[in-house]
């Protein structure tokens, strides 16, 4: 076997686990789940059927991950993440047929306890404050944190605080991360730097 799994762990038929995977205990990896290489997953982590995941995440304990969610590269959730994937559940409606689907794109930090509402794009560098409650789409290398999530400023690529406003035109160079961080209205963008005379 090319991963880990404890004793205590469950993994149902049909799932894909990737090289140097690591499940903890009392973990429930569903039907149809794809996980890739290097993923740490910790204790009491729920999976639901078909989720992706993608290679070098990492979820903390107790993290419930359902179905129609993915998670794309480098995608960090911390203690008590849940993910929704109904707008409108009733325990007496089966809605398995409604799911809808929820991405998280590379990079982004999902803080302890936050709740993740389905049907939005959680995009690139992001970070999501702790405990707060996401409802709309996240902008990429943005700071967003509250009940609703409010964006609160920006980040760079390690997660480290862009001086932008929260809107507007500016530019700055990030030793740090050695890119450029373009604020253009409301979006953060970046670009490689380019020696002087290089073809």
């Not at 849940?82 to 999902?110: C, E, H, M, Q, Y």
């Not at 290398?141 to 690529?157: E, M, R, Y």
């Amino acid at each position: 076997m090319s991963f880990f799994c404890h004793e205590t762990s469950f993994i149902d038929e049909n799932v894909k686990i990737g090289r140097n995977s690591k499940i903890w205990h009392f973990c429930h990896i569903s039907k149809g789940a794809s996980i890739e290489e290097n993923v740490n997953i910790g204790q009491n982590v729920y999976i639901g059927e078909n989720v992706k995941i993608g290679k070098n995440c990492k979820i903390q304990n107790n993290v419930s991950i359902f179905s129609n969610v993915t998670l794309e590269e480098d995608v960090f959730c911390g203690p008590s993440v849940v993910f929704t994937n109904v707008k409108n559940p009733r325990s007496f409606i089966n809605r398995k047929d409604k799911f809808i689907n929820t991405l998280i794109k590379k990079g982004a930090t999902l803080g302890a306890n936050s709740t993740i509402i389905c049907g939005i794009t959680i995009n690139d560098y992001s970070l999501i404050g702790a405990g707060s409650v996401v409802t709309k789409d996240v902008r990429s290398f943005s700071c967003v944190v509250g009940v609703p999530a409010k964006l609160k400023g920006w980040v760079n690529l390690n997660g480290e605080k862009l001086p932008f406003p929260l809107k507007g035109k500016m530019d700055f160079f990030c030793k740090n991360t050695n890119l450029n961080y373009h604020l253009f209205k409301d979006k953060v963008t970046t670009s490689k730097i380019t020696n002087v005379g290089e073809n």
